[in-house]
């Protein structure tokens, strides 16, 4: 479908990856993960055809449509969320246009014995079977599932697309290449703007796709549920296999562990001919040897390590000054946009040095109540800051307002005053902005190193209260961890919006739920708030909104006999599956194993490659096998 080889990009001098090589075949669904700047969205880009190559070559099959999903994008002004969704079916709306045009002449003209007149009734029947075979009269129910899917209402779809967030208005371009039926579709960071429950649709339907998928995203969870298959890039090197993120991980310290031990027994291999070449060589009877000896070490190919980047911002937020007692004072607050009511008659005491986490369903007010609280809305109700608050915040949508055609430098610069300007580089350097990079442009930073360098920025301006939306959006995961301890370890107050169990656990001690228009408080932490839930995470929350289960009295007996009878026989056939996939993946780790010992002697035995090819073949049968079984049963179960 589609073929990379020796692909290399660089820029300014160093290579962001060199000579990397790999193929794309449908049903493929690649996590294609690595640090923020490690090169995914240029990859992405790559492929896209949206940027030339500097070596390599790029292969794709004939007539095969890509779709790409952007971090940036732009819609034409005037348009409505359906309008601007209808654009994916390029085509249709054009068939339409010729279909009201030939309508138009044929209701207008009466010379209907005339050649013109029966070629335009030829031309209607044409175009109106292309029509029908491209989908045109489905084409807008297809539409308005997919934007239910991804969260919109249909009292949204007549509104203009200007007057919604970036967040919504990259959920539209999602709709439209999730509705254009692309043979590869290439997705950067998809999950950043949508809700559990718009995560959880976007899966399935991923899930289902034929055609590759390429995936950039540093939503665990999200790359587990969906992806067959991860890509790493570090350190200019790519590192594929055929599993899903946390399975890949395991793999690769397993691999990174064989490596280790190999080398370790080439080096006792090596030190030991090397004495033996010092003993020889002095010796005119084992000079021969010691030479034998020493074209042996030349020839040995040395076992290399896969190296790790492990290269961290370097993140601690200073508090400013002690504010009083209490922070910020909440009573009977509402906020309303128009006629929708977000929030009724809140309550809330935020007092010093708390870490409180707002959580709730998108919609539900939790942005809206942090923007209030840093001064960016208006609002109906008393609300009141304490005595010496001084509010950091990081918006949602914090990497927008930075301007593009600046550098990171002249950001940093810009924002800072006469006492801190001077240690501008030296708080870049410690968010990885170092050297010469700090002369990139703005507008060609990936979506985490916008954030990295927002980050960067909070620090220019004192702060003791720290409100933070979403702050984890396009954030390496490394980056999380490093970004969690610097908010532990922050001695100030800390109010934190987000979806995100792992980086909430062990961060606040108390949680506010937003949900139809209240909150609700809940004195603990995230495990404690999920715990009182009788919840695993926030999607069983979201999938909890369903209606309690009815008994089904008038079910036939005999059809829930047949319904057991069949899932005891799909566990057993699983079960199988799982003990032959196992037994291959053992045989060929061994078989790996081997390889790094003794590469020209493994290769040498008869046979070698194709029972090693068969193996791997047969792996891949019996997963696509187990993944077959395991949809049924689930079908039979649901």
């Known amino acids: 479908m589609l073929n990379v080889h020796n692909l290399s990009v660089s820029f300014g001098g160093e290579y962001l990856f060199e000579e990397i090589s790999f193929r794309l075949n449908g049903g493929d669904r690649v996590g294609l993960i690595g640090k923020n700047g490690a090169g995914k969205s240029t990859l992405l880009k790559l492929l896209s055809r949206d940027m030339a190559l500097d070596s390599g070559t790029l292969s794709v099959e004939k007539n095969i449509k890509i779709g790409f999903l952007r971090q940036d994008i732009d819609f034409e002004q005037g348009r409505t969320v359906i309008e601007e969704a209808y654009q994916a079916f390029e085509e249709i709306k054009q068939l339409e246009a010729k279909l009201d045009e030939i309508n138009h002449q044929l209701a207008e003209r009466t010379d209907y014995e005339s050649e013109g007149y029966h070629q335009l009734m030829v031309d209607l029947s044409d175009i ?319 979506g985490g190193e916008r954030n990295r360098l927002a980050l960067a920025k909070m620090l220019l301006q004192p702060f003791n209260v720290l409100v933070m939306d979403e702050p984890t959006n396009h954030l390496d995961i490394q980056s999380k961890h490093v970004l969690k301890q610097a908010l532990q370890n922050f001695d100030g107050t800390l109010v934190v919006v987000s979806h995100d169990r792992d980086f909430l656990q062990g961060l606040t001690n108390k949680v506010y739920e937003f949900k139809d228009k209240t909150i609700k408080e809940y004195l603990g932490d995230i495990d404690y708030y999920l715990d009182q839930r009788k919840v695993g995470d926030f999607r069983e929350i979201e999938k909890n909104q369903q209606k309690p289960e009815k008994i089904a009295l008038d079910k036939p007996a005999s059809n829930d006999f047949k319904n057991q009878k069949r899932l005891k026989s799909l566990k057993n056939k699983i079960g199988t599956v799982e003990t032959i996939v196992s037994r291959l993946e053992k045989e060929i780790a061994k078989i790996d194993h081997q390889l790094l010992l003794n590469y020209d002697e493994t290769i040498a035995e008869p046979g070698f490659f194709d029972d090693y090819q068969k193996k791997k073949k047969d792996l891949e049968t019996q997963m696509q096998r187990w993944e077959e079984l395991t949809l049924k049963l689930e079908k039979i179960r649901a």
């Open 128 to 446: 109106t079977h292309h029509y029908e075979i491209l989908g045109g009269y489905n084409y807008q129910g297809d539409t308005e599932k997919i934007l239910l899917g991804l969260g919109f209402k249909r009292s949204d779809f007549d509104k203009k697309t200007d007057t919604f967030s970036g967040g919504w208005r990259m959920r539209i371009e999602l709709a439209k290449l999730l509705l254009q039926n692309n043979d590869v579709l290439l997705l950067d960071e998809p999950t950043n703007h949508l809700d559990i429950e718009s995560i959880i649709w976007l899966e399935q339907f991923l899930k289902n796709c034929t055609g590759a998928v390429v995936i950039v995203s540093h939503d665990k969870m999200f790359l587990d549920n969906v992806t067959n298959r991860t890509i790493e890039i570090s350190l200019g090197r790519i590192y594929d296999y055929n599993k899903p993120y946390s399975k890949f991980l395991k793999l690769r310290n397993e691999i990174k562990e064989q490596q280790l031990n190999a080398q370790k027994n080439q080096e006792k291999e090596i030190q030991q001919a090397e004495r033996l070449i010092e003993k020889f060589r002095a010796k005119s009877t084992k000079a021969s040897m010691a030479q034998s000896l020493i074209k042996k070490l030349d020839k040995m190919e040395r076992i290399e390590v896969d190296q790790d980047d492990n290269a961290v911002m370097n993140l601690r937020f200073p508090i400013s000054v002690t504010p009083g007692k209490v922070v910020a004072e909440i009573e009977e607050l509402s906020k309303s946009y128009g006629e929708n009511e977000v929030l009724k008659d809140i309550n809330l005491l935020l007092e010093r040095d708390s870490k409180t986490a707002f959580v709730g369903q998108n919609g539900q007010g939790k942005s809206t109540l942090a923007k209030i609280m840093v001064g960016e809305l208006e609002h109906q109700g008393k609300f009141k800051l304490g005595h010496n608050v001084q509010i950091g915040y990081f918006a949602q949508n914090q990497a927008e307002y930075l301007d593009g055609d600046k550098t990171i430098l002249d950001t940093m610069i810009d924002a800072a005053n006469e006492k801190n300007r001077s240690k501008a580089r030296d708080i870049l350097g410690s968010f990885l902005f170092r050297g010469d990079e700090v002369e990139k442009y703005v507008k060609v930073l990936s």
